[in-house]
């Protein structure tokens, strides 16, 4: 792969291939193929439109309750992230039909201002996965498919919701075609002054009980039009663009509050994918997909919490060309190979008031190339993958540059049925996480020191599981331990600021839990129960050093209960425990919570086609104080109702 702007960015796209339940082994009228990722040898979480409905979620980041083993994390820049295992976001991939949503510059994206109105459902695979994903992914991968066209489902739909300090949100979409051509288009509008904090927290810089510099404002569309050529081939484009801007709540209790505004949050993307049979018998196939991302930022910086006198600016402009190509060939039914390239080439470019807004540039050229190997038989299957991956920094600002380097990846996976309704899973791999160039060489509006000597993580992670289905729902028990060498953590050094350091090992041991069960056809509940122990090695050699952001347990239990006459009742109980934040040199204990929440809704049948809901929802009913980072306390009891209209 060249260095100087040649992009050769092959992307991906993947085939999903799916298990019949009572044999493991694969039916090639089955395979569907799609822009999402391959579904592995391993538990798959899956968010369909149903779920993202109950929760009236107008971000991606309001959809964690639904997803075990992950936690919202808000940092002090203001961003919702997702945590996945105690792993953080940079370690974690996320893609909207294929093209990736992280912006590589710091591999996050704010999922408070990624809208859900476009999607149809999420698949999160944890832990190390497929190969065939590309580079820095070892703590695993949540893949967002965009609605897709069905004679059965409803074409089009309108809603509005209404709350607390003037929340306001509008959203629709409109599907449409027929077994060759189809085509979506959605739209959302988002616009809230806040949030209020519960009436128990008191801080004489918030004197109101709404939370200071809260406020967001949101506007996205999106469209997509998809071309079947046959049931195995097809051709899709989308366009999407967010325009957001929103503030930051200032940190309450640490040396150096934050008073941030972001005035200009915009991000574009453009993505082409497809598939293309390549042998009339559906034995092999193409699968390709290109994206091209432009995201552009301001960050305001002010003196106080007055925000009266800006004291910074920063700029951010960054350029994705991302890109995967996978080769899928079937030999018989029992051999299954495939081959994939990926990558993608980035430029980011940042400018600062305090600097008279000189331009600094920065480039990464990041690739993987990998293949697999399944080799199935009626009662077990086996799986065998590896991966090369590299990176280099073209361009590094101001900064000296660093050599190219690069490491591998491996994967493999077993699978055995006992009979059609149990089965285990156990996997182990290898997976390297370069540092963006941000951890590298940014200073974060003065807070950071700059290392461009960090070394990659490096996970090993080892999984065993058991599936067991039976006639009220199907129960998932996984028992996971990662070491992760290198990992990158944030230390504090002389002067008050911070810098990023590699801690020499780190281990995570857990168990999680997950049952569905439908006991009654108008009652569904969902359990989901995580508990893990989370340490670095210290000087001595033991396992004993804490880290932040990992909390020994977590979890969700939801209700959802429909009465014959079109009225529903949703619970939802959230709960997280012993949890540390690393503060002035030393661990602060985060406190654990229990928190509710209500939705009541109607539905109205206004014919065969067309249907009315009216809902309410309250959010923390007992307005518990609650923080998802030190000195940033999140919102106390919320009420906002609303209606959608299907048709």
């Known amino acids: 792969m060249s260095v100087k702007g040649f992009f050769f960015i092959t992307f ?27 579904l592995e040898a391993k538990q798959v979480i899956k968010i369909d439109s149903r779920n993202i409905e109950k929760s009236d979620a107008s971000s991606v980041d309001e959809l964690a309750i639904y997803i075990p083993s992950v936690k919202i994390q808000t940092n002090s820049r203001g961003e919702n992230l997702y945590y996945i295992r105690g792993a953080g976001e940079r370690q974690i991939a996320l893609f909207f039909d294929g093209a990736p949503i992280n912006v590589p510059w710091d591999n996050r994206i704010d999922l408070s201002l990624i809208p859900t109105e476009a999607i149809g459902e999420m698949t999160i695979t944890k832990g190390i996965p497929s190969m065939i994903y590309g580079a820095n992914t070892p703590a695993g991968v949540v893949n967002i498919q965009s609605k897709e066209y069905c004679d059965e489902m409803s074409k089009g739909k309108i809603s509005t919701q209404f709350g607390q300090n003037n929340f306001q949100r509008y959203s629709g979409y409109w599907l449409d075609g027929n077994k060759n051509f189809s085509y979506l288009l959605s739209t959302s509008y988002k616009n809230t002054k806040g949030y209020n904090l519960p009436v128990s927290y008191s801080d004489s810089n918030n004197l109101s009980q709404q939370r200071i510099n809260s406020y967001s404002k949101s506007i996205n569309t999106f469209g997509k039009v998809t071309y079947n050529f046959t049931n195995f081939s097809n051709l899709g484009l989308s366009i999407s663009y967010i325009d957001s801007k929103k503030g930051v709540p200032p940190e309450t209790d640490v040396e150096q509050i934050r ?3 972001y005035p200009d949050w915009k991000k574009l993307g453009i993505n082409l994918n497809g598939v293309q049979e390549l042998e009339k018998d559906k034995n092999s196939f193409l699968t390709y997909s290109f994206s091209f991302t432009k995201f552009n930022m301001q960050i305001d910086q002010y003196a106080d919490i ?34 994939s390239g990926s990558g993608y ?25 990998g293949c697999e190997y399944e080799f199935i038989q009626p009662t077990y299957s086996i799986i065998l993958g590896g991966s ?10 101001p900064h000296p540059a660093r050599e190219p380097f690069s490491d591998y990846s491996a994967y493999s996976a077993f699978v055995y049925s006992f009979s059609p309704s149990f089965s285990t899973k156990f996997n182990i791999g290898r997976k390297t996480r370069f540092p963006t160039l941000r951890e590298s060489y940014s200073g974060a509006l003065g807070k950071f020191v700059i290392n461009p000597d960090l070394k990659a993580e490096n996970a090993l992670t080892t999984e065993i599981s058991a599936d067991y289905k039976y006639s009220l729902g199907k129960t998932n028990l996984s028992v996971f331990l990662t070491y992760l060498k290198d990992g990158i953590i944030k230390t504090k050094i002389a002067g008050g600021k911070s810098m990023r350091i590699n801690k020499d090992n780190i281990r995570t041991f857990g168990i999680e ?35 932040d952001n990992r909390p020994d347990f977590l979890g969700a239990i939801i209700v959802d209960y429909y009465f014959l006459n079109g009225f529903n009742i949703n619970t939802e109980l959230t709960f997280k425990g012993n949890e540390y934040q690393y503060v002035y040199d030393k661990f602060k204990k985060m ?20 249907s009315l809901e009216a809902f309410i929802r309250f959010n923390n009913i007992f307005d518990k104080l609650y923080f998802h980072q030190w000195s940033l306390p999140e919102a106390g009891r919320q009420i906002w109702f609303g209606a959608s209209l299907d048709f």
């Open 388 to 397: 090369f991956d590299g990176v280099s920094t073209p361009s590094t600002g």
């Open 12 to 38: 991906f796209v993947l085939s999903k291939l799916t298990f019949t339940q009572d044999t493991l082994k694969y039916v090639l009228d089955e395979i569907t193929i799609k822009s999402g990722l391959v």
């Open 259 to 261: 008073y941030w505004k």
């Open 513 to 547: 839990l997950t049952t569905s069960l439908t006991p009654f056809e108008n009652l569904y509940c969902n359990v989901n129960l995580t508990l893990m122990n989370t340490y670095a090695k210290n000087n001595e050699g033991e396992y004993k050093d804490t880290l």
């Open 591 to 610: 406190n654990s919570y229990i928190l509710l929440n209500l939705r009541l809704s109607y539905k109205f049948k206004l014919d065969n086609s067309k």
């Open 345 to 369: 080439t980035t430029t980011h470019k940042e400018d600062f008031l305090s600097s008279s807004y000189i331009e600094d540039k920065y480039s990464q050229n990041l690739y993987s190339v």
């Open 306 to 339: 007055t925000f009266s006198n800006i004291d910074d600016i920063e700029r951010d402009n960054d350029y994705i060309y991302y890109g995967r190509l996978i080769y899928t060939k079937l030999f018989g039914v029992n051999h299954l190979f495939k081959f």
